[in-house]
């Protein structure tokens, strides 16, 4: 829980986030956080792609995990 509310914080701090207001925790994208979403986007895929690509190398030598 700590973790989480020093990164939220840090995103807030940085206009990523803000507080949606009323709500005792609530959290939305700003206009800035919203022009973030297609590059974590492609930074998902990718690492999706890369994780797929090091189980299918593993299979071909034999290994399983």
């Not at 973030?36 to 890369?50: Q, T």
Request: contains cysteine; hydrophobic residues 30%.
């Amino acid at each position: 829980p700590r973790t989480l509310s020093v990164r939220l914080r840090a995103l807030e701090e940085e206009g990523v986030v803000e507080r949606c207001e009323p709500g005792p925790q609530g959290y939305r994208l700003t206009e800035k956080g919203r022009h973030l979403v297609p590059i974590v986007d492609a930074m998902r895929r990718r690492v999706i792609e890369l994780d797929r690509g090091k189980v299918i190398r593993d299979q071909a030598r034999g290994v399983y995990s």
